[in-house]
């Protein structure tokens, strides 16, 4: 049984379970159990690979023993381990992160007087780096959580600075990735990169080395073993690529030359799917087809599911790694993630599906744990397909209930289509998420906004309500999406169509719901409140009832509760 132990924490993984015992603050020590995740997979040609940074740097502390072993735990079977290597004074090669080490560990509180400032690749640096320690100097500091905007829930843990020979022998990756990123600034301070590396092949197995750094893959391309592959990792377009001296952009135009001396290339996913200022995506770009056309694989990193991306994806992260693998053009040949669980349910999961492959992936804890299953792919246990019911249509891409929610959501393929009734002053049903215009349009910047009144029995201090309203007067309303998310955590829905779309009534939401044929229920929803009596909510049901009878709408259920509470349920087949 493989354990690590660091100062009095030790950290296993036991046969069918993954125990860990945490400081997550004040004293306070909490146990982590998680059942062992096994991937179970059709194999379809050569399946992407799901490479780790720094293990599940998402969670713990990048290049930490426990980011490697939840990695290994919760990823397809065949993920790789990627080390950043950093060398020491001494020179040994260390997983870190980045070349200064503040922003991973306490080492400027462990070592206050040792920040420094060295030239990087032309660029002023300041901070505590790697070459002004030895491999016994860093015994004395712990990892923790890098990236201020995720939670420093695990730091306090002591976890400790890992050698690659210490991940390679004691971890026992599937596969092992080192990334070496500034071996010049190495070579200015006496430490030779490419010497550490000959002697780690002696008595370790690298599945891939990748560098920004052309000499340095040519230098170590005759010596490297066979099994090893050589990645050349490309930076941002503009960026001066420092040992020849020639952009990263105008690399990309010559592949033939990168195929001299490296087996494939990694590059930002923007290379691939570019965004334009508003976080929208554009055309995807020849990369990977041009890349693969010169006998090279590809390889796209900056994936991370707390980081923004394309508005495209609906913060989906899974829907983001499918457009990388699963597009019916192109498919890269691995994805470098934060979050390597994601790419690993995407890949086994969720691409081909509906697509005539048989047998799709299933994630499955070891089989004690029976009824506990976890699965993916929208398949359980039996291979049954759930109900996806739509939320007032597709409501996270444009405004509830409009037109463009409902036309979106029938082309994700919905089963069951909803309305949430309201009734406007003229005695109309319309679909509508709420009785309060205020939630769902922009009626307070409207000329209606002087009708703002309270209306206790609803609950609500200050409203314009769609009983102030007629259907005529409510079509001018400029709709609104919901942005649950804004003032929190500032994550806004689809803003370029954030009041698209115009809002329908409950014909015209059968009409459409009837004319899509993938449709196959309707789900017609009426709240009242305390005011209303339950005779009348029963009267609504059957009226609208009889207006669904009439259109010849077929499973419809009609759901008629108090807000805050579910009072009854009814539903009708109709034929």
């Known amino acids: 049984m493989p354990a690590w132990v660091a100062i009095g924490r030790t950290y296993e993984i036991k046969e069918d379970t993954f125990n860990l015992t945490l400081k997550t603050g004040c004293d306070h020590l909490e146990v982590l159990q998680m059942p062992k995740m096994i991937f179970l997979t ?51 090669g260390i997983c870190f992160p980045d070349l200064t080490l503040e922003n991973g560990s306490d080492i400027a509180t462990v070592f206050k007087n040792k ?49 690659v020979q210490a991940v390679a022998k004691q971890l026992s990756p599937p596969g092992l990735w080192l990334n070496i990123q ?85 590059v930002p996913k923007t290379y691939i799917w570019p965004v334009d200022v508003n976080l929208y995506l554009q055309p995807y770009t020849s990369v990977v087809l041009d890349a693969h056309k ?31 693998i699963d597009n019916g053009i192109f498919s890269v040949d691995g994805i470098l993630s934060d979050f390597p669980i994601t790419p690993s349910e995407a890949i086994a999961c969720f691409s081909h599906i509906g697509k005539n492959v048989s047998g799709q992936g299933m994630l499955l804890p070891h089989d004690r744990f029976g009824s506990s299953c976890f699965t993916c792919g929208f398949l359980h246990r039996q291979h049954e397909k759930p109900l996806v ?33 309201q009734m406007t002053k003229d005695g109309i049903p319309v679909c509508l998420g709420s009785i309060n215009l205020m939630d769902n349009t922009l009626v307070a910047q409207s000329v209606f906004s002087n009708l703002t009144r309270p209306v206790s029995e609803l609950g609500v201090v200050s409203g314009i309500f769609t009983f102030d309203l007629t259907w005529s007067e409510i079509q001018t309303l400029i709709p609104a999406i919901s942005n649950p998310y804004a003032a929190e955590y500032i994550l806004f829905r689809n803003p370029d169509f954030k009041n698209a779309g115009k809002f329908v009534t409950l014909s015209e939401f059968l009409n459409l719901a009837n004319n899509a044929s993938s449709v196959s229920g309707l789900l017609i929803s009426i709240e009242f409140s305390g005011a209303v009596s339950v005779d009348h909510c029963s009267l609504f049901s059957l009226l609208v009832f ?30």
């Open 42 to 92: 059709k194999s379809i040609g050569s399946a992407p690979l799901v490479i780790a940074r720094g293990g599940f740097s998402g969670l713990f502390a990048d290049s930490s023993p426990v980011a490697y072993q939840l990695a290994g735990l919760v990823s397809l079977p065949n993920v790789i381990y990627w080390c950043d290597v950093q060398l020491t004074k001494d020179g040994a």
């Open 115 to 163: 920040k420094n400032t060295y030239s990087v690749n032309g660029v002023s640096t300041q901070g505590w780096f790697s070459v002004d320690f030895t491999l016994n100097d860093l015994s004395n500091i712990s990892l923790i959580q890098g990236v201020n905007s995720r939670p420093d829930r695990f730091d306090g843990n002591l976890f400790p600075v890992l050698t």
């Open 182 to 266: 500034h071996d010049a600034f190495f070579s200015q301070h006496n430490l030779s990169m490419r010497s550490f590396l000959l002697s780690v092949f002696r008595s370790t197995r690298v599945n891939y080395i990748s560098s920004p750094e052309v000499n340095f893959l040519r230098s170590i391309l005759a010596r490297k073993p066979s099994t090893t592959k050589l990645i050349f990792r490309f930076l941002g377009q503009d960026e001066v690529e420092p040992s020849i001296n020639r952009t990263y952009g105008s690399l990309l135009s010559n592949l033939t030359f990168i195929k001299t001396f490296a087996s494939g290339i990694l």
């Open 294 to 324: 010169e006998g090279l694989e590809v390889f796209a990193s900056d994936f991370a599911n707390d980081f923004l991306f394309a508005y495209n994806f609906s913060y989906n992260p899974v829907a983001e790694y499918l457009s990388f």
């Open 389 to 421: 019911i739509s939320s007032q249509g597709s409501s996270g891409d444009y405004p509830g209930c409009t037109d463009l929610a409902y036309q979106h959501a029938i082309s994700d393929g919905v089963d069951v289509l909803d309305c949430p009734v």
């Open 546 to 575: 009889v207006a669904v009878s009439i259109s010849g709408a077929v499973n419809v259920n009609i759901w008629c509760g108090e807000r805050g509470r579910s009072h009854f349920f009814r539903d009708f087949l109709l034929e």
